[in-house]
């Protein structure tokens, strides 16, 4: 069973979301939060939540912050559900260390897949952004060569791994997929980010667009 905690300080976006992830088997809502600080205070309280979703815009403390606390507190993962689409948005839930983003307008089923996929550790983009994220970082964010030479400091096996993440697939499938045990993918992650000088899946998964190692 996948325990949840829902962050929106409108009752009506979580009792509507409450309703659409209980339709699950595997899913179930165990707390809820008006805002960042209450999410935090929640998570003390229930310390075997898989992953929080996370709104962006809400009285006291916001989404992004919340979502940097939860990070820096080795926390579950986070996908961002929002309204918005603004750029400030986005590069903030991103570099917050979010591992998903989505938004209030994803049908259910895309809903109920983001949340199982940033559960299992895997990483969602909301189709609807992941053009401009890309665009973006490829025009601003790492220069070529610097991303070429970091990527050739990967070994064969951590190439395959990268690749994998990039898919968005969680520990355990990029282990079914590379017949090898979820701990020894965990190592090779764990590599990985040492190797980019990243913190997280998110940017080690620009690296792989970015390099051309990943496909568009």
Known sequence: MTDILLVDDQELIRVGLERILASEDDLEVVAHASDGAEALLRLDAHTDIDVVVMDIRMRGMDGIEATRRIRDLDGPPVLVLTTFDEDDVLWGAIDAGAAGFILKEATADDMIRAVRT????????????????????????????????????LTDRENDVLRAMAKGLSNHEIADELFVGV???????????????VRDRAGAIVYAYQSGLAGP
Do not use: M, N, Q, Y
Request: no cysteine; charged share 20%.
């Open 183 to 197: 701990a020894t993918v965990k190592s090779h992650i764990s590599s990985i980010f040492t190797k980019l000088g």
């Open 118 to 153: 940033v559960a299992a550790e895997g990483s969602w983009l909301d189709p609807a952004v992941t053009p401009r994220v890309l665009e973006h970082h490829r025009a601003h964010v790492l220069p070529s060569a610097k991303t070429v030479a970091r990527i050739d400091e």
